[in-house]
């Protein structure tokens, strides 16, 4: 079995961000961070768009779980609350490709 890949998509400033790349440390999942402020503002625009064709939801963070050919795309729906869900979601995926 292929090793998952994890993109994390997320900005400087965005609180939860910060958080969910924390609770995945917490738990060993290695990820790679794609800061979307370092982009210009059409790759940002397409970057959007991206999110809400693959999420239904523009928000940071998005996270990207490659496993293979297949890819799982998780947002957190732009709501702190559901924080530890996403992280789960995540740990799961990456643990059961383990």
């Not at 290695?30 to 999110?51: A, G, I, S, T, Y």
């Not at 496993?67 to 924080?83: A, D, K, P, R």
Request: with cysteine; glycine share 4%; net charge neutral.
């Amino acid at each position: 079995m292929s090793e998952a890949r994890v993109l994390v998509y997320s900005l400087s400033m965005c609180s939860p961000c910060k958080e969910l790349k924390r609770s995945l440390q917490e738990r060993g999942v290695q990820f790679e961070e794609v800061m979307l402020d370092d982009l210009c503002p059409q790759v940002k625009n397409m970057m959007r768009h991206l999110f809400v064709k693959r999420t239904g939801h523009r928000f940071v963070p998005v996270v990207e779980v490659i496993l293979g050919t297949e890819q799982y795309w998780i947002s957190n729906e732009g709501q702190e609350h559901i924080q530890e869900k996403v992280v789960q979601q995540i740990t799961q995926l990456v643990k059961s490709n383990s």
